[in-house]
């Protein structure tokens, strides 16, 4: 919702280039995003509860009976969504998916607006994906994690699942080593990297030009 809040006084003054790797953030000003109701801290409390309890598992075949319709959406382990799902249902007593389609106003003029979208080499972007998390280790990853660790959050929290968390935490935790700790945050990321292609791929519109290799990207801009 911020996201979608921030750029409309600076789109009234000149012309702007928003860059971002995440689809939903674009669809967000060019088709609007859906308004979602207050979640009062003691209905969070309550189904984070009762995630720890029951597990993603249980809590999906509750939503099934109580809202079908998001539940067939979404896959039993899901429990972030589900979680989410639930909160919605349970604060304002409608579907999540009734709040979905509701959207807001466009923020950005599409007949005026040029989308693309930065396919680059996979073999180098997989390189590229390599060394990242190699630099992200050299600039105290693996000390965030320890921090992390030491907090004794909920495994099921968005941070606790990021890409490296729970890799690093086996091998802290001596079930594998490092080396295959960090190559199994690397493959994971990697596969991360193609879901988001597949996702810019099928879900948006043809209006997005693909600039592949070799396209002149500043001659286009």
């Known amino acids: 919702g911020t996201f979608s809040e921030r750029p409309d006084g600076t789109l009234s003054e ?10 939903l953030y674009f669809r967000a000003l060019a088709e609007g995003i859906s308004e979602m109701p207050d979640i009062p801290q003691r209905v969070r409390d309550r189904w984070r509860y ?3 309890e029951q597990g993603a598992v ?11 319709a ?10 972030q969504r589900i979680v989410r799902a639930l909160e919605v249902l349970d604060a304002s007593g409608r579907s999540i998916l009734e709040w979905q389609a ?7 003029d599409r007949e005026s607006a040029r989308f693309l979208v930065i396919e680059p080499d996979r073999a180098a972007l997989v390189g590229r994906i390599d060394k990242r998390f190699d630099q992200m280790l050299d600039k105290g990853g693996l000390d965030e994690v320890k ?13 606790m699942k990021a890409i490296g968390v729970r890799e690093l935490q086996a091998a802290m935790a ?3 080593g490092f080396p295959e700790a960090i190559e199994r945050a690397k493959i994971a990321t990697r596969q991360y990297s193609k879901r988001q292609t597949t996702w810019f791929r099928h879900q948006l519109g043809p209006e997005w ?3 592949r290799p070799g396209h002149d990207l500043e001659t286009t801009i």
């Open 147 to 159: 921090r992390l660790a030491a907090l004794g959050l909920d495994p099921e929290l968005p941070a």
């Open 50 to 52: 009762e995630l720890k």
């Open 102 to 108: 509701e959207r807001g106003q466009p923020l950005i």
């Open 58 to 68: 249980k809590l999906h075949s509750l939503l099934l009976r109580e809202d079908s």
């Open 174 to 176: 001596g079930e594998i």
């Open 70 to 79: 998001a539940a067939t959406m979404l896959k039993p382990t899901d429990s």
């Open 14 to 23: 000149r012309p702007v280039i928003f860059v971002g790797g995440t689809g």
């Open 209 to 211: 030009l693909r600039l």
